[in-house]
């Protein structure tokens, strides 16, 4: 066995919106699509707002994303910003091992039938 240690492993902030981006739009009630879930994610990271180039380490502690929605108007808005915590939480925990610090929700529009 040798003593070589394993190196960091990071990943772009656009990456990381992307996985978001795909969990969230398949959340019953989101109206949001896919690119306009891009296009308006944001991520932090120490209070200091990254860019889409940008890399995060996967041992970062402090990682806050911030998810803007459009939803449907027969939807229960809160039961769908928690679902959409929810399993964005868990994607990015599942697909890249990052424990995010928060995800903020701002619901932004409301789709009226």
Not at 43 to 54: F, I, S, T
């Amino acid at each position: 066995m040798s003593d070589i240690q394993a190196g960091q492993i990071r990943v772009n902030v656009s990456t990381l919106t992307e996985i978001a981006g795909k969990a969230a739009s398949q959340v019953t009630g989101v109206e949001s699509s896919f690119e306009a879930l891009l296009r308006q994610a944001r991520v932090m990271v120490g209070g200091e707002l990254k860019q889409a180039q940008d890399r995060i380490a996967l041992e970062e502690k402090g990682v806050i994303l911030f998810l803007t929605l459009k939803l449907a108007g027969d939807s229960c808005f809160v039961e769908v910003a928690r679902e959409v915590q929810r399993r964005v939480r868990k994607a990015i925990q599942e697909e890249l091992g990052l424990l995010l610090h928060r995800i903020n929700v701002e619901i932004h529009e409301i789709e009226w039938l």
